[in-house]
């Protein structure tokens, strides 16, 4: 049975960081990444890293500011989180098997997590 369980969220000031992390378990991905949620709003890509080659792509809003990476011995990808702002505030979802990796959207998501929740404070 796949599952993927992020840690890592809390409650941090604007200018800070956090480090999201994401264990999945049942198998293994060619891809896994991170999207978002704010109250209101549709779900966003924001990154996502390939298993071969570690090739990643980011959304424009976290360019710069994000680092994904993946450790494939322990079947996890992690999303660090440099100097946030209060629009980052969301319930952060891991995903793998993200289909087109180059046009990624939440309808071509094999699998899910259940969500972490990142406030940035102003």
């Known amino acids: 049975q796949v599952q993927l369980v992020e840690s890592g969220g809390g409650l941090v000031q604007a200018g800070g960081s956090l480090r999201l992390s994401c264990a999945a378990s049942?198998?293994?991905?060619?891809?896994m990444g991170w999207f978002r949620q704010a109250p209101g709003k549709e779900r966003e890509f924001v990154a996502v890293?390939?298993?071969?080659?570690?090739?990643?792509y980011y959304a424009e809003s976290v360019k710069g500011r994000f680092t994904i990476s993946r450790d494939n011995a322990k079947n996890t990808v992690y999303l660090q989180m440099n100097s946030l702002k209060p629009e980052d505030t969301a319930v952060y979802y891991c995903?793998?098997?993200?289909?087109?990796?180059?046009?990624?959207?939440?309808?071509?998501?094999?699998?899910w997590g259940k969500g972490t929740q990142v406030t940035v404070s102003s």
């Open positions: 890293i390939r298993r071969s080659a570690y090739l990643t």
């Open positions: 995903a793998a098997d993200l289909g087109n990796i180059l046009t990624p959207l939440p309808a071509n998501v094999a699998y």
């Open positions: 049942g198998r293994t991905f060619n891809s």
